[in-house]
């Protein structure tokens, strides 16, 4: 059974940075590698929403709300990916999950980690 782990959120001033890890167990290297790992982020009130996409081979994807800003990564010999944070907003408040779907279509998310951002 695949375990993601999220951690690096807090409260951080608008203007500044956080990084976000999540990390993968209960898995082998060859599943981690081949998976599209994703992070959502879902603010109290609104649906959940993706936020960046990164695939097996490292291509990226982002949401308009996010580029120039977020930089989503990933190291498969650690078996985690990464959510690099930089000039954050109020906006960007919310609960951020990490999502891993591997190449027969499965499905696992992390618990969630905080990220509060101060005006």
């Known amino acids: 059974q695949v375990q993601l782990v999220e951690s690096g959120g807090g409260l951080v001033q608008a203007g500044g940075s956080l990084r976000l890890s999540c990390a993968a167990s209960?898995?082998?290297?060859?599943?981690?590698?081949?998976?599209?790992m994703d992070w959502y982020r879902q603010a109290p009130g609104k649906q959940r929403e993706l936020v960046a996409t990164i695939t097996s081979g490292s291509s990226t994807n982002y949401a308009d709300s996010v580029k120039g800003r977020f930089t989503i990564s990933r190291d498969n010999a650690k078996n985690t990916v990464y959510l690099q944070m930089n000039s954050l907003k109020p906006e960007d408040t919310a609960a951020y999950y990490c999502r891993l779907i591997t190449r027969s279509y499965s499905q696992y998310w992390g618990q969630g980690t905080q990220v509060t951002v101060s005006s």
């Open positions: 209960g898995t082998t290297g060859t599943i981690f590698r081949l998976a599209t």
